[in-house]
């Protein structure tokens, strides 16, 4: 067997050097092949001395206050002055005139754009400035992402893409070090989890709570180990972080691009003006005080800012006098040295010390930056571009598991030729902290969901050609976008069609299919030819007011679908009568829904939720659900008030203006689902909806648009109340994986002074949140990232909806204030928040599934007519379903025989008596379409072969420097996840 795997090895290892571009030397031996790039070629620094890392770079975000495309080609400078194609021009240029230069690049979709429109002349000339480290990258996402709001699936898929184009450009010199996060508003943990996982040796950022650096600056604690899992064994998910001094800026009055004002290095002695001795003095001054607050004998400047460099010889003409005049005060005893450096270089000096450092092992949210400006509003901000991101996900690992599933015929079909890469590139750039955050421009807004369509479009034709290969029809597929608003041209019009369902998990699920039509009864047949309960409800007023006039649909045909793993069913659905909508029942009652697992009650003065059981474990909860706002602090009074905006939450008081206090109700029960229909205000409704076979209850909510005649900004919330003791504690997920623990008014590291209670009590939730006492744990799901809080004793709050007057004055220039063509008046959000109850030792293994069939929903296809005869009505990718802690998070192609498989074990260690605990998988028996040939595991990032990435490790304060732990696999193709491991592999597979 072991001579078996070394032929395996090395079979892959001469495949990926042939398709991927992967280097065969191992870590460290740069040497070997030529150059001298990475820890190599880092200038010599003095032990005696107080370094000085100068690090030239500039911060390109992908998108904020200009589109993707004008801040590369330099268009709209009546904006921002940023024109990122001129920037790489000038830096290479002035790093060629001088060896001692070094520059770092971050943002690979403006680099990758850049460098496929050089010669081969200069694509070579880089390849030389990289390979002798003057040019290096640092972090190599497609994008810089955002940390409160983006998913992890999402975050890896386009980290994995920027490194991807490095490592086939450049190789191993190619390869970023260092995780550079110098932007983002506030630090997830999983950010820093999958940054250790992807082979990172350290991370850098700028921006940290104001009252959180201070503390820090005086315990010389600014650079720590932190520890980013609770489930992976130690050291796997730490890593070294450092804050940089000036968020990411140069010292002050040391800026020299043309978009500074600070004066340049004057260093002719005969002129008047010479000011040599007094910059070199103003430079100790600054270098002395800063290494006060940190802990070695290095510290680091970061000689750049925002669109940066575009004339790069002003900064490099002043960097080279600053480094020759301070060095020059050696003589006169001078201890401070300056060096040109990037931040793998510096991080190599701090590894080198050899000292131990302060461990973390909670996050780095929520961010203020002073007294009452807390970066909470953002979780929030534009919910509408954030669901349409969630569901591009979705949409994306569709399209490359059916490219994968469906064979070369799903890329060159009857349908036509196309990709998933469009789509991924947009999913990419809507990763970048000013994109699916909600803190860019109206118009960047709209370009990025504009890509998002674009792409979705490519990916439908990737998805018609696979499921015609697959079922062998050749039927013309309809995409249905707008289903949640009811709207869907094909089944509103047509007498007979098809449904596909799509299912993207590797596990079945049940699924609500809700399709408007226009008749009254419907016969529906599943893929064996057998009867399906269905049933026909009226279209809720609130969806007729929000489609306007697009669709002209009055009944909505209800019916659960039941989807094979990685696979897709197919029902087929008849018109059997016309008439008058389907009737419902209005009343002012009491009233109850409930199906065999779950019962909700409503009270019958007020319409509302009044309590919540689970009747399986026999639990009860006093419930009851509004919905509220706070009204914006605008500053228009007082320029010393800060407004919110699209960053920054601000109610002008802690008490919500409750939308009303009782609600008109609408009742619809039948053998489908059943519902409580809610109306609150004009502008704001709600469903509540219990289906038959569903244990979790879903609260539909219909928001906007939000009345400004009172030139108030509102933002939106729905609370919960409950009668779970929950003494100021409850929980959120980061980044949709591990859950952590949030207190109110309260901060692990340091002792908070509270100055806003509302918005610096809140915090990301990307996928769930939940309060819990001894008996019960009510968990809420999501489908978006949102903000949310427990303000009160058992009790959460989500915000749905903001709409704001004012700017915040962070730099996008403009009130959140979101109108379309379509809601000329103001944006109508709709979502969904999904209730369980559970008993705290059990609720992992409802809620863990429950918010992965929420972010890869099933997907639906529509043909008009009969089913032709032969075709394959179902089908599954695989053999067999996965165990249920087991989550197939990627599947695509990976080059022309090999795919790339991520498995995920989806529960943390403490969760669950039985999901947490170790699962193994068979590699060759996953798959039915393709035999595996041969495997090889890849760091999370796919850039690295797992058996050779080495980092550096650290001493964490207080304890052992921990070593890391190994379950071995019990075989070649068996493979063994631990709780909250993904696991990368490249697969060498043979379709059948």
């Known amino acids: 067997m072991a001579a078996d795997r070394q032929r395996l090895y090395a079979a892959l290892l001469l495949l990926f050097l042939l398709y991927s571009g992967l280097s065969a030397f191992p870590l460290g031996q740069e040497e070997r092949a030529g150059v001298s790039c990475g820890y190599e070629s880092c200038h010599p620094t003095k032990p005696n001395m107080l370094n000085v890392h100068l690090v030239p770079h500039t911060h390109d975000d992908v998108g904020w206050l200009k589109t993707v495309d004008q801040y590369y080609y330099g268009d709209r400078n009546d904006i921002q002055h940023a024109g990122v194609q001129y920037i790489l021009d000038s830096v290479v240029d002035q790093l060629l005139k001088n060896s001692d230069r070094r520059f770092i690049y971050v943002e690979t979709a403006f680099f990758f754009r850049w460098w496929k429109q050089q010669s081969a002349g200069m694509q070579q000339t880089v390849k030389q400035l990289v390979n002798e480290g003057r040019l290096e990258f640092v972090n190599g996402g497609w994008c810089m992402s955002d940390e409160a709001t983006t998913h992890y699936s999402a ?132 270098a002395n005080s800063q290494a006060t607050v940190y802990k070695t004998n290095h510290i680091v ?45 510096y991080l190599q000096e701090l590894h080198r010390a050899n000292l131990s450092w302060a461990l973390k092992t909670d996050d780095f949210f929520p961010y203020a930056d002073d007294d009452h400006d807390f970066w909470t509003g953002y979780f929030t901000s534009r919910p509408a571009l954030k669901r349409y991101e969630r569901v591009s996900n979705s949409n994306l690992q569709t399209c ?32 970048h902290h000013d994109a699916v955050s909600g803190t860019e421009k109206q118009h960047v807004a709209n370009d990025y969901a504009r890509r998002l369509a674009t792409g979705w479009q490519h990916c439908q034709v990737v998805v018609s050609n696979s499921l015609a290969a697959l079922s062998g029809s050749l039927a013309q597929r309809v995409y249905c976008d707008n289903l949640n608003i009811s709207v869907c041209p094909l089944t509103e019009s047509s007498e007979k069609f098809s449904v596909s369902v799509y299912n993207p998990l590797a596990r079945p699920v ?89 019962q909700a009650t409503f009270d019958p003065d007020t319409g509302l939720l009044s309590s919540f059981s689970n009747l399986e474990t026999k639990q009860t ?9 706070y009204n914006a602090s605008d500053g228009n009074n007082s320029a010393s008030i800060q407004p919110s905006g699209a960053y920054i939450f601000r109610p002008n008081s802690s008490t919500p203006f409750v939308i009303s206090r009782t609600a008109k109700t609408e009742i619809v029960q039948n053998s489908v689902v059943q519902e409580v229909r809610q109306w609150f205000s004009p502008w704001v409704s709600q469903v509540v909806r219990l289906y038959a076979d569903s244990r979790a209850l879903e609260l539909e909510w219909t928001v906007g648009p939000l009345p400004i005649e009172d030139d108030l900004g509102k933002e939106v919330i729905t609370r919960l109340d409950s009668s779970i003791q929950t ?26 002074r509270q100055s806003e209670p509302i918005a610096g009590n809140y915090y990301p939730i990307n996928s769930r949140a939940f309060i819990k006492d001894d008996v019960d744990q009510l968990t809420v799901v999501t489908d978006r990232s949102q903000g949310g809080g427990s303000i009160q004793n058992g009790s959460l709050e989500v915000m749905l909806h903001r709409r704001l007057l004012y700017d915040d004055v962070r730099g996008v220039a403009e009130p959140l204030n979101e109108t379309s063509s379509i809601f000329p008046e103001g944006l109508v959000v709709r979502g969904r928040l999904l209730l369980c109850l559970d008993r705290p030792a059990s609720a992992a293994d409802t809620h863990r599934p429950l918010a992965q069939e929420v972010v890869l929903q099933p997907l639906l296809t529509f043909s008009e007519g009969e089913l032709k005869p032969d075709a394959l009505l179902e089908f599954s990718g695989l053999q067999a379903a996965l165990p249920p802690a087991v989550h197939l998070l990627t599947l695509s192609w990976w080059d022309q025989d ?52 080495r980092r550096f490790q650290w001493n964490p304060q207080g304890e052992e420097r921990p070593l890391l732990k190994t379950l071995e696999d019990p075989s070649g193709w068996e493979v063994t996840l631990k709780a909250m491991e993904i696991r990368t592999f490249v697969l060498r597979v043979r379709l059948r």
């Not at 003409?317 to 270089?345: F, H, W």
């Not at 016969?523 to 002209?552: C, H, K």
């Not at 060759?924 to 850039?943: C, H, I, P, R, W």
Request: proline share 6%; with cysteine.
């Open 155 to 286: 975050v890896i898929d386009q980290m994995t893409m920027g490194l991807r184009f490095l490592n086939e450009t450049f190789g191993l010199c190619g390869r970023p070090r260092v995780a550079w996060h110098i932007d983002p508003f506030g630090h997830a943990r999983e950010h820093a989890s999958m940054f250790a996982q992807m082979g990172f040796d350290g991370f850098f950022f700028g921006r940290v709570d104001y009252q959180d650096r201070h503390r820090r600056m005086a315990a010389r604690e600014q650079e720590l180990l932190w520890r980013a899992s609770d489930s992976l064994d130690p050291p796997l998910a730490d890593l070294f972080t450092g804050i940089l001094p000036n968020g990411y800026n140069p010292p002050e009055g040391f800026c020299w691009d043309q978009s500074c004002d600070d004066p340049p290095i004057r260093d002719d002695p005969d002129l008047e003006d010479y000011n040599v001795d007094d910059v070199v003095q103003r430079f100790l001054n600054i």
């Open 301 to 345: 400047m970061t000689m750049g800012s925002d669109f940066q460099y575009e004339n790069a010889n002003l900064w490099y003409k002043n960097l080279d006098k600053l480094i020759r005049y301070v060095n020059g005060e050696q003589a006169n005893g001078s201890r401070v040295n300056v060096l040109y450096s990037t931040p793998s270089c």
């Open 400 to 431: 490359k598991q059916l490219e994968v599933l469906g064979g070369p015929s799903s890329t060159s079909g009857p349908f036509g030729q196309d990709d998933s890469l469009t789509l991924q590139r947009a999913m990419a750039v809507a990763q």
């Open 510 to 598: 049940v699924w609500p299919v809700r399709l408007p039509v226009n008749g009254t009864a419907y016969l529906i047949l599943d893929a064996d030819g057998q009867p399906v309960d269905n049933q026909v409800v009226p279209v809720s007023r609130a969806t007729r007011e929000v489609r306007r006039s697009r669709g002209f649909a009055v009944n909505e045909l209800i019916f659960q679908v039941g989807a094979p793993p990685l696979g897709y069913t197919t029902y087929s659905v008849s018109l059997q009568q016309f008439g008058p909508p389907a009737a419902s029942t209005r009343q002012r009652a009491a009233t109850v829904i409930q199906n065999k697992f779950l």
């Open 621 to 629: 909860i006093k419930l009851t659900q509004n919905f509220y706002w």
């Open 727 to 752: 003494d100021g504690f409850f929980y959120t997920d980061s980044n949709g994986r591990e859950v952590l623990q949030r207190k109110k008014d309260f901060r692990p590291t340091w002792k908070l």
């Open 898 to 949: 090999s795919v790339l498989l991520r498995l995920e074990h989806q529960f943390q260690g403490w969760e669950s008596k039985v999901n947490s605990l170790p699962v193994t998988v068979n590699l060759q028996k996953l798959f039915s379409t393709m035999d595996v040939l041969g495997v090889s595991e890849l760091n999370l990032s796919a850039n690295q072969w797992k058996d050779e990435m």
